[in-house]
Every structure is written in C-alpha cells, then in structure tokens.
C-alpha cells in the first residue's frame, strides 16, 4: 500500500506563488511516476504535471512555463511550484502515484484558490 497527503494550498491572488507538497509513504519501491491533479467545481479532474523515478516531466499545456513539479527522493516528496497563478487555477489539486503495475494511488486532495 501506498499512502499521499498534500499540503500548501490556501488562498493567493491572481499573479501570486504557491508550492504545494506530497508525502509519500509505504510501498515507495513500487511507485515509478508521481502526478498531480486538480478538480474544479463542476469540472472533470484533469493532468497538470507527471515527473518519473527518473525524473522525467510531463506538463498540461494549461500551466506549462508557470509550474514547474520536482521531486526529492531522499525525503519521499514531490512538489509544486505554481507561479503567475490564475483564477482558473483554482481547484483542489491531488497528488497520485501510480505503481510498475498499474496500480493507482490519491491523495486526499488540497485547495486552491486564486483570487481576482
């Protein structure tokens, strides 16, 4: 089993910074990529940043040259930093591990919240 919790959401006005944290804990030696995610109120959740055990990145087109996802494997954490943050970057932001098998990890989830 593997265990994500978020954290370093909250409220920023639009053009502001926030870098959110995942912990990850358990079996770590079966997880290959880390992503993360958000949710919008009435929306789908969708892809924002996927980064590899080998430190591979993949950004959505949405955010691409505002945030930047990072790992640091010596404490388990995966970040990200979001700057020139917008209103519509306003959602509840997940981090997911996905396992060499296939298998699918989610956090609990963060908010935020860009203001105008």
């Known amino acids: 089993q593997v265990q994500l919790v978020e954290s370093g959401g909250g409220l920023v006005q639009s053009g502001g910074s926030l870098r959110l944290s995942c912990v990850v804990s358990?079996?770590?030696?079966?997880?290959?990529?880390v992503g993360w995610y958000r949710q919008a109120p009435e929306k789908q959740r969708e892809l924002v940043a996927t980064?590899?055990?080998?430190?591979?990145?993949n950004y959505a087109d949405s955010v691409k040259g505002r945030f930047t996802i990072s790992r640091d494997n010596a404490k388990n954490m995966v970040y990200l930093r979001m700057s020139s943050l917008k209103p519509e970057d306003t959602a509840v932001y997940y981090c997911?591990?996905?396992?060499?098998?296939?298998?699918?990890?989610w956090g609990q989830g963060t908010q935020v919240t860009v203001s105008s």
């Open positions: 980064i590899t055990s080998f430190g591979g990145t």
């Open positions: 997911k591990a996905m396992s060499i098998i296939g298998q699918e990890y």
């Open positions: 358990g079996s770590i030696f079966s997880i290959n990529t």
